[in-house]
């Protein structure tokens, strides 16, 4: 009868310990200052050393020569804990997993009294601490805390987090971790040696793989195969007892995955079912193959440093498994397995699994390059109709609006703004080769059509949002675009892992202009025209061309409703406009006549977005108000006072619809030249903040009206329940 290889095998001495210098070093240099602590505690997975590690502590305490880091080996302590002996006396190993409850506890503490019986030191191993129970923990907390002189303690476990915090704190703790590969193939290497046992090339990195990185488990698996091999241990009976997929039939049904051969590859499936082999184990084996092709195609000669184990012939064949498949699909495959290994947990139909994804591998096809110099398609923008300034009152002049020529319609998907505004622009358009000549403000706004063109090859999504977006400066490598909303600047500077909108325009611009440029994004409500325009043009869109009709409102949701030239369409086709856009004002707003009135363009000059421009006040209209609510409307029981003070416009001022007049509180009321028979009216505006901000609710009535309510009441939000 022999005995097992990892109690043959256990070491006697910290220095024979693999894979734990973070726990061996300290302690062997606490021993040699003669800093030994009275409480400790060894956590990490099974196998690892904890309780080995422990009895070699005592050794080292309890030692005639001691205490010391390195143990004689030949003292009565050192022989009774070593491999062959029977324990000591003073060293007492206990199973907390069978004496956790308090009885056990007082037990113990009874024990700890009495000194010891020849060695230096008492100590106590408590495996499998995470077993005792609270009570009994609280039962030992005051001995652990402030123990006698000749008392030492140790706690083994697997489960730190379970032995109580008062515990743990009065401790000190040494956390075990698994064995790396490299170091575990090299220790059963020389085991095998020491033997006499003949094993098979890649035997060896089979058992390390199944062992997991614990010493207990890899040499109780090498002893089980050594039990049950005649003179060596073979690659077949390995493969057979650990139930791991052979090496060919990996290599077959990698090499007809690698030249899509459906027929070998479904084949294979076929032998991995009869054989009786795990599906899920089998996809494993295939995911580590792939992973070592990977690291082939990725290292070149340099992989055998990291693939050890593997002979020169098995790094050869890989090396051309991994040509055949290139790079790219390789790792997409990777994916691919990785994905159907998640998925067969817990399948009831595991080959269905594994034949779906063995099709989805098959499927895979490596992606074609994209040329830089390929064309990307742009849509084209749909010119907004003409919108006319309405004036409301008993005489008002009617004068054409300018027009601009109509326009092609944009796609069916999504319509937005050109950089300039041309009648249509081409379906597709080459992107021009970066310049050679310095980039300054004037040749970014001439390529910035260009820069558009590309960024919607990049991201259509970007593309929409830079499109309204102007650019108003450039000076060393910063590029200062001004946005209308500031809900699109706040939109432009969002970045997820790295990736947005203006790290798109910045691969646009470095692909078009070959630089790579800084951002300054700012909000500014008079932005309205596209990022190309150049405010000194003339032109509908410049402000020394002819009088435009004023610029339509800006819609309450937010989208830009542009007016007399094709800066700002909403989103849509030009033939059919959301509710609220240019073409169609709200109800009861500044740009919309009442029943049988008369629509007439504005004579006055033409005025930015939301800007309210002087004209001479012969030429002023009699009352620029909206027939919204009239005075003599107010509620039965409104106040005293109700609707008296009522805002005004300044004498020579035009309101558009969306902005109210500057400084209203500092406004000199005028006289309205009002019939008798008509009720003034309130000009139905919406508060702006000076950051562009707009207000809606409570904020306009209380500052814009002066009012203050009847009742205030809390309002609480719907919920899905009512």
């Known amino acids: 009868m022999t005995t097992a290889l990892y109690r043959r095998y256990r070491p006697e001495a910290f220095g024979e310990m693999i894979g734990q210098s973070q726990v061996t070093e300290p302690l062997m240099t606490a021993l040699r200052g003669d800093r030994v602590g009275h409480a400790y505690l060894f956590s990490g997975p099974r196998g690892c050393g904890k309780t080995t590690s422990a009895r070699i502590l005592a050794r080292c305490l309890n030692c005639a020569q001691g205490p010391t880091d390195t143990p004689c080996g030949e003292c009565e302590s050192c022989i009774e804990l070593g491999r062959g002996g029977g324990g000591s006396l003073d060293v007492v190993e206990i199973d907390a997993a069978s004496h956790n409850g308090v009885d056990d506890a007082r037990d113990l503490r009874e024990r700890a009294v009495f000194a010891p019986a020849r060695d230096r030191f008492k100590i106590f191993i408590l495996d499998e601490a995470h077993m005792v129970t609270p009570q009994g923990f609280n039962a030992l907390l005051k001995l652990v805390e402030e123990p006698p002189d000749h008392v030492k303690f140790i706690f083994a476990t697997t489960e730190p987090e379970k032995v109580i915090g008062t515990i743990r704190s009065r401790t000190h703790h040494y956390p075990f971790r698994l064995v790396p590969p490299a170091a575990m193939l090299e220790y059963v290497g020389s085991l095998c040696e020491s033997e006499g046992v003949v094993v098979d090339p890649g035997v060896l990195p089979l058992v390390v793989r199944a062992g997991g990185g614990s010493p207990r488990d890899t040499l109780s698996l090498l002893d089980q195969l050594i039990a049950g091999s005649e003179g060596a241990v073979t690659y077949e009976r390995a493969v057979a007892l650990l139930g791991y997929t052979h090496a060919e039939l990996l290599d077959e049904i990698v090499d007809a995955l690698a030249t899509s051969d459906a027929g070998a590859v479904f084949a294979a499936v076929d032998r991995v079912v009869q054989t009786g082999q795990d599906p899920r184990r089998f996809v494993d084996d295939l995911l580590e193959r792939l992973r070592d092709l990977i690291v082939v195609a990725a290292t070149g000669d340099g992989a055998a440093a990291v693939l050890r184990g593997a002979s020169p012939e098995d790094l050869q064949r890989m090396a051309a498994q991994a040509d055949r498949f290139g790079a790219q699909r390789l790792s997409r495959s990777a994916d691919v397995v990785v994905a159907a290994l998640d998925e067969m ?147 432009f500077k969002h970045l997820l892992a790295g990736a947005g909108p203006s790290e798109d325009l910045r691969t ?215």
């Open 345 to 491: 947990t817990g399948a009831t139909s595991p080959r269905l699994q594994l034949e779906l994804m063995c099709a989805r591998v098959l499927a895979l096809e490596p992606a074609a390059p994209v040329a830089s110099g390929a064309p990307v398609a742009v849509a084209a923008p749909a010119s907004a109709a003409t919108a006319a300034a309405t004036t409301p009152g008993p005489a008002a002049a009617t004068t054409p609006a300018p027009t601009p020529p109509a326009a092609a319609p944009a796609p069916a998907a999504v319509s937005t703004p050109a950089p300039a505004p041309e009648a249509s622009a081409p379906a597709a358009e080459p992107v021009p080769e970066p310049p050679t000549e310095p980039v300054t403000l004037d040749l970014v706004r001439e390529r910035w059509a260009a820069v558009l063109a590309a960024l919607e090859g990049i991201s259509r999504s970007s593309w929409l949002l830079v499109s309204v977006a102007t650019v108003a400066d450039f000076s060393g490598d910063v590029l200062t675009l001004t946005f209308a909303n500031a809900s699109d600047v706040a939109k």
């Open 508 to 722: 646009a611009i470095k692909r078009v202009l070959g630089i790579r440029v800084k951002y300054l994004a700012k909000h500014d409500p008079a932005s309205g025209a596209p990022g190309s325009a150049d405010p000194s043009d003339d032109g509908p869109g410049g402000g020394s061309g002819p009088a435009g009709p004023p610029p339509a409102p800006q819609s309450r949701g937010g989208a830009a409703a542009g007016s007399g030239s094709a800066d700002a369409q909403p989103r849509g086709s030009a033939d059919a406009q959301p509710r609220g856009s240019a073409g169609t004002q709200p109800r009861g707003s500044a740009g919309t006549q009442p029943r049988g009135g008369t629509t007439a363009a504005s004579a006055a000059p033409a005025v930015t977005d939301w800007a309210v421009a002087p004209i001479p006040s012969s030429e002023a209209p009699t009352a620029v108000l909206a027939p919204s609510l009239a005075v003599d409307d107010e509620p039965e029981d409104a106040p005293a006072g109700f609707g008296a003070h009522l805002p005004t416009p300044r004498e020579g001022e035009v309101i558009t619809a969306d902005e109210p007049p500057a400084d209203d509180d500092d406004a000199e009321p005028m006289d309205l030249d009002v019939a008798p028979d008509q009720a003034p009216v309130i000009a139905q505006r919406i508060a702006r903040a000076p950051d562009g901000a707009q207000r809606y609710g409570e904020a306009v009535v209380r500052q814009l009206l002066g009012a203050r309510f009847i009742r205030e009441e809390p309002h609480a939000s719907a919920t899905r329940f009512g």
